[in-house]
Structures are given as structure tokens and as C-alpha cells.
């Protein structure tokens, strides 16, 4: 427990923590500029982690990937510069970043090129699997939500792809 100074409000001190985690997610990979950047989940820590990616890193064009249509606004006001919008998400992957797709005999798509650095503030099975996948090759992607229970991941884009994954 920490002592709030009266001069917070109870509003502000509750971001707090939040906060910190997403400002520990921008640091955990550091950005270059001119670098592309994918921010998966629009809600609370999704949000934060784009103004800390604007604020340490404002050089970096922040792609937001919001599952709903109300978290565009709120997107766009934290500081993404374009939007992933879920209908399109492969081929917006692709668009976004000049990558190229291929799909493989089991049907799951692939990315060739894509995202330089992408934070998933979601932290679930098909969070974490679009991440892997929409990451360039030798790009980050740095897992800022979690999930307390088992995922089954498809690992081929950490091995083939060299992708590196930070928690």
C-alpha cells in the first residue's frame, strides 16, 4: 500500500499502477525512429500504452488495433496515427506495412513483413497468435496483457520468423 498525496485524486491515483505497466511495455523494446508499431486492444491498458509510446517514443508511427468501433475515438486521442481495423486485419497488416501474405496448408495466414514492435495489451490465445504472426521478421512483440490461464500458440513465426516475444 502507498500513501496518495491529496493532491491526486482518487481518479488519477488509480491509473497509477496502470500507468507503470504501460510505461514498462514502451521501454521493455526500444523503438527507432521511423519504426512501426502495432498497439492489439483499445481498452484502459491498450489506451495507455499508445501515450506512452507517443510520449517515449514520438518518432514511431502507432497503429492501433481496436476490437471495437467505439475505441477508435479514444485511439486516435491517445495518439495512433492509423487504425487495424478487425474486418481487415491480415490484409491491413499488409497494406499498413508494404508486407506480403501467404496462407499454409493448415489455412493460417502468414505475414511477410508487417509490424516492426507489436504490444499485446490483450493477452489471449488469438491475441498473442495475431501478434506473432504480424510481427516483421526479427521483430519484438512484447506481451503487456496477461491471461492466467494456458494458451496454445502456434510458435512457428518465434522460430521460422525470428521473432523475439518479451513479457
Known amino acids: ?37 502495432l498497439v492489439i486492444g483499445a481498452e484502459p491498458m491498450g489506451l495507455l500504452t499508445i501515450q506512452a509510446l507517443r ?18 475515438e479514444n485511439a486516435t486521442r491517445m495518439g495512433a496515427v ?5 474486418d481487415d486485419s491480415v490484409g ?7 508486407a506480403k501474405t501467404y496462407t499454409n496448408r493448415r489455412g493460417a495466414e502468414m505475414v511477410v513483413g508487417g509490424f516492426d514492435v507489436v504490444y499485446d495489451t490483450v493477452g489471449n490465445g488469438a491475441s498473442l497468435q ?16 496477461k491471461r492466467q490461464v494456458p494458451l496454445q500458440l502456434d510458435l512457428t513465426p518465434i522460430w521460422n520468423q525470428e521473432i523475439t516475444l518479451l513479457g
Open 1 to 37: 500500500l502507498f500513501l496518495v498525496p491529496d493532491s491526486l485524486s482518487d481518479e488519477q491515483a488509480a491509473l497509477i499502477e496502470p500507468a507503470a505497466v504501460a510505461a514498462h511495455a514502451a521501454l521493455r523494446y526500444r523503438t527507432q525512429p521511423g519504426d512501426q508499431a
Open 55 to 72: 510520449a517515449l517514443a514520438p518518432n514511431v508511427a502507432v497503429t492501433a488495433f481496436p476490437y471495437h468501433q467505439h475505441q477508435v
Open 82 to 86: 492509423r487504425i487495424l481495423y478487425p
Open 92 to 98: 491491413g497488416v499488409a497494406r499498413l506495412t508494404n
Open 130 to 145: 495475431s501478434a506473432l504472426r504480424w510481427a516483421r521478421e526479427g521483430g519484438v512483440v512484447v506481451l503487456v496483457g
